[in-house]
């Protein structure tokens, strides 16, 4: 059974660990996470973008695919199945489709468009015992080969979206999705701390996962992160793991072109990343 991410994220929060979001492509990634976070005994959220929902045929294709894993691979920690930077529209979608959570990216609209959209969310959201995450200022990362900065969200702003009775909130703190710039300033623990003490309890949520060095993830959870996403780090693990099956020629080996054989590597290197990822973040054993 999906769960809304609330409770997982106040007892992350009460336990200062921090639960990881990672978002899914197909059935590979799914099961690989799933897998993973059975293993570990530890709670997940499972990510999917308006464009890996478009990419999987659809929200309804997702939650068919999720719930019928979860039961006959026998996965009983908490998973909440969460859309990532949603539109008004997707988020509409999602609540309709099954989805236990659900963002809204109402950071690119003028604050008092974003707090009146995310308010009417936060109605919707309440009826049907799901979750929501709200943004402030905007995270950066490649766009058209170019990458933006990511922006310091205003903690009054991120006040007034918390306020409206949000579950988590994700803040720009100088973070950006992708891998990092070599110039890059590093987080605003700054920003994070002036969030935090302006919103109270709420879980944080710390978007582009991927490339933040370590001592900086565990920083940012001592300060009330709560939720950490990492999308790309399971992209360039599974890559280089298909790319090196492919150049040791093990596809011309027997049947080893089998897409059940092929994909085998790029699992493996998903569920490595994800045990990573989640021995890190504290969440392993928090199921
Ligand atoms: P990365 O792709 O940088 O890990 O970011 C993921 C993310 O924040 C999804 O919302």
Not at 83 to 91: A, I, K, P, R, T
Not at 171 to 197: C, D, K, M, R
Request: glycine share 12%; hydrophobic share 40%.
């Amino acid at each position: 059974m999906l769960v809304s991410a609330k409770e997982m994220l106040q007892k992350a929060k009460a336990g200062h660990y921090a639960v990881g979001q990672f978002n899914i492509n197909n059935l590979e990634w799914t099961k690989a996470i799933l897998l993973t976070a059975q293993e570990l005994s530890s709670p997940v959220i499972l990510g999917v973008s308006e464009g890996a929902g478009k990419y999987m045929a659809g929200y309804k294709t997702v939650v068919g695919m999720v719930k019928g894993m979860m039961e006959e691979q026998k996965i009983t920690v908490p998973v909440a199945l969460h859309l990532d930077h949603g539109s008004y529209e997707g988020c509409l979608k999602c609540v309709e489709a099954g989805f236990s959570s659900i963002m809204f990216d109402g950071s690119h609209y003028p604050i008092d468009e974003n707090v009146a959209k995310t308010k009417e969310l936060v109605k919707i959201v309440a009826e049907h015992g799901m979750s929501l995450e709200a943004e402030v200022g905007s995270i950066g990362g490649e766009e058209d080969g170019v990458i933006g900065m990511g922006e310091c969200a205003d903690p009054d702003e991120c006040k007034r979206i918390a306020d409206l009775g949000v579950d988590m909130l994700a803040a720009g703190i100088g973070n950006i999705h992708g891998p990092y710039p070599a110039n890059w300033q590093g987080l605003s623990f700054e920003t994070l701390a002036a969030v935090q003490e302006k919103t109270g309890e709420m879980p944080l949520v710390l978007h582009g996962g991927t490339g933040i060095p370590e001592d900086m993830i565990k920083k940012a959870i001592d300060l009330g992160v709560s939720k950490i996403n990492v999308n790309t780090e399971c992209q360039l693990s599974f890559a280089a793991a298909t790319r090196k099956y492919i150049e040791e020629g093990k596809d011309k080996i027997g049947k080893g072109y089998d897409p059940r054989k092929l994909l085998a590597p790029g699992f493996e290197a998903i569920k490595a990343t994800v045990k990573e990822k989640m021995e890190l973040f504290g969440s392993v054993g928090k199921a």
